[in-house]
Nanobody
Framework: QVQLVESGGGLVQAGGSLRLSCAAS????????MGWYRQAPGKQRELVAD???????NYAASVKGRFTISRDNAKNTVALQMNSLKAEDTAVYYC????????????WGQGTQVTVSS
């Protein structure tokens, strides 16, 4: 149905920046919201940011003002620009696509590791 592929993770020093990208393919028209989640070791998965088809964005309080989510409809991609990175941002970041066409269903990318060193 929908396939998601993330890229852009890596190792960065605190205060640095990374840009994550997620490319969607398949039944793109079924996607209502796309976003990024992250999961750090020993912690539950949490929403980082998402963006609706109309462009409305939502951010976790911990990243607001530092991260920016954007979407390119023509390319079916969503990106997460991460600035002023902190060690606490270290996690596996997952691209998410949410559909409500038949029932709520979440599609997930494979995840990309972001490591922020102090």
């Amino acid at each position: 149905q929908v396939q998601l592929v993330e890229s852009g993770g890596g190792l960065v020093q605190a205060g640095g920046s990374l840009r994550l990208s997620c490319a969607a393919s398949g039944s793109i028209s079924s996607i209502a919201v796309m976003g990024w989640y992250r999961q750090a070791p020993g912690k539950q998965r949490e929403l980082v940011a998402d963006i609706s088809n109309s462009g409305v964005t939502n951010y976790a309080a911990s990243v607001k003002g530092r991260f920016t989510i954007s979407r390119d409809n023509a390319k079916n991609t969503v990106a997460l620009q991460m600035n002023s990175l902190k060690a606490e941002d270290t996690a596996v970041y997952y691209c998410n696509a949410r559909s409500f066409t038949r029932y709520r269903y979440d599609y997930w990318g494979q995840g990309t590791q972001v490591t922020v060193s102090s």
